[in-house]
């Protein structure tokens, strides 16, 4: 099994409020993936809630593959999520391992 997290912070925004939609917006679009990929055995996203911490979002997703990681990466609906993200991505931090 493959277990790839992605840690995602977000740009700046003209208030606490815009940041807060555009997070819950993310976290939505992000978790409605689980309908749509079926390579996508589990996923998680959590809104970071320690001020103190640098990231703004955590995915945790599983997979029975590297394959079915890379079909998931390719699929249609998370590119759309990904162009989302992208538009208000400041850095992103990634990790795959096996378990």
């Given at each position: 099994m ?23 917006e993310i ?15 589990s996923i998680?996203?959590?809104i970071?809630s320690?001020?103190?911490?640098n990231?703004?979002?955590a995915?945790?997703?599983s997979?029975?593959s ?12 998370h ?9 208000v ?10 378990m």
């Open positions: 493959i277990k790839h997290i992605v840690l995602f912070k977000l740009k700046s925004f003209a208030n606490n409020e815009e940041k807060a939609s555009k997070l819950i976290k939505e679009c992000l978790l409605s993936l689980k309908d749509k990929v079926n390579e996508l055995l998680e996203v959590g970071n320690n001020p103190n911490e990231f703004d979002i995915l945790d997703t997979f029975n590297m394959e079915d990681l890379e079909k998931y990466a390719k699929h249609p609906d590119l759309a999520v990904g162009k989302i993200i992208r538009e991505l400041e850095e992103r931090s990634c990790v795959d391992y096996e």
